[in-house]
């Protein structure tokens, strides 16, 4: 279990440096799984969180908080998205 208090102490020392606070809005690039993304939606920040792997957002799409204020996205649709709209 060292391995899981070192990884907890690691998530906790990167949100106090951010400082996130309440109604602020986060862009997590690269979310993964969400370690970050997560402890974020916590703070009461509206969170967003891109990935290019679509296994990777089912995974974090699990590990969502009820109600959080959490949007999840695949990279290559918004790059599609973002590709229409300059046309």
């Known amino acids: 279990m060292e391995h899981d208090d070192d990884?907890?102490?690691?998530?906790?020392?990167?949100?106090?440096?951010?400082?996130?606070k309440a109604g602020q809005v986060v862009l997590d690039i690269a979310t993964g799984?969400?370690?970050?993304?997560i402890q974020m939606t916590k703070s009461g920040a509206l969170c967003?969180?891109?990935d290019q792997s679509p296994k990777m957002l089912k995974v974090l799409s699990h590990r969502l908080i009820p109600k959080s204020c959490v949007y999840i996205n695949n990279f290559f649709l918004i790059n599609k998205i973002a590709y229409f709209a300059s046309k």
């Open 48 to 50: 967003y969180g891109i």
């Open 33 to 37: 799984t969400g370690r970050y993304l």
């Open 7 to 20: 990884l907890l102490e690691e998530i906790e020392g990167f949100i106090k440096l951010v400082n996130v």
